[in-house]
């Protein structure tokens, strides 16, 4: 109404530093687990990148963060959202996977296998990827 409208003006004119003006974006859904469902849930994703100083790498994966009511657009833990670790499984490393991977940084995912192949130790099950190892361990090497 208009004294809806005047009221909050006054309020924004009074103590403009307590208001934020920004359009609504419009986030993606995904089917989410809800109890023993599926539901739509809204979502966005933080990805994550690394400088070495002359380059910028986008790191494969990243943060979803999960609105944790249906149609809301709240996905910020902080206001009632939920979040998980994103991540984007390959066949084939990524150039900043290789680069990273050379410096014991990163490890990339084992080769994919054909359907109905089996494995190199014959298990027919695929390995599971060696955890990475952490970049202080790396400078302590080369302290050494």
């Given at each position: 109404s208009?004294?809806?409208l005047?009221?909050?003006?006054k309020?924004?004119?009074?103590?403009?530093?307590?208001?934020?003006?920004?359009?609504?974006?419009?986030?993606?859904?995904?089917?989410?687990?809800v109890?023993d469902n599926?539901?739509?849930?809204?979502?966005?994703?933080r990805?994550?990148a690394?400088n070495?100083g002359?380059d910028?790498w986008?790191?494969p994966?990243?943060?979803?963060?999960?609105a944790?009511v249906?149609?809301s657009l709240?996905v910020?833990?902080?206001?009632g959202?939920?979040?998980?670790?994103?991540?984007?499984?390959?066949?084939r490393?990524?150039?900043?996977n290789?680069?990273?991977?050379?410096a014991?940084?990163v490890?990339?995912l084992?080769p994919?296998v054909?359907?109905?192949?089996p494995e190199?130790?014959?298990?027919?099950q695929?390995?599971?990827?060696?955890?990475?190892?952490?970049a202080?361990?790396?400078?302590s090497?080369?302290?050494?």
């Amino acid at each position: 109404s208009e004294k809806e409208l005047a009221t909050v003006s006054k309020k924004i004119r009074d103590d403009p530093r307590s208001w934020i003006a920004q359009p609504m974006m419009q986030l993606s859904t995904v089917p989410t687990q809800v109890g023993d469902n599926l539901a739509p849930r809204h979502v966005d994703l933080r990805p994550f990148a690394v400088n070495d100083g002359d380059d910028v790498w986008v790191l494969p994966g990243g943060l979803s963060r999960v609105a944790l009511v249906e149609g809301s657009l709240v996905v910020n833990s902080s206001q009632g959202g939920g979040s998980k670790d994103t991540w984007v499984l390959a066949s084939r490393a990524s150039v900043a996977n290789r680069e990273l991977g050379a410096a014991q940084i990163v490890r990339s995912l084992p080769p994919a296998v054909p359907a109905g192949e089996p494995e190199a130790d014959g298990s027919g099950q695929r390995p599971q990827p060696r955890p990475s190892r952490a970049a202080s361990d790396q400078h302590s090497q080369q302290q050494q």
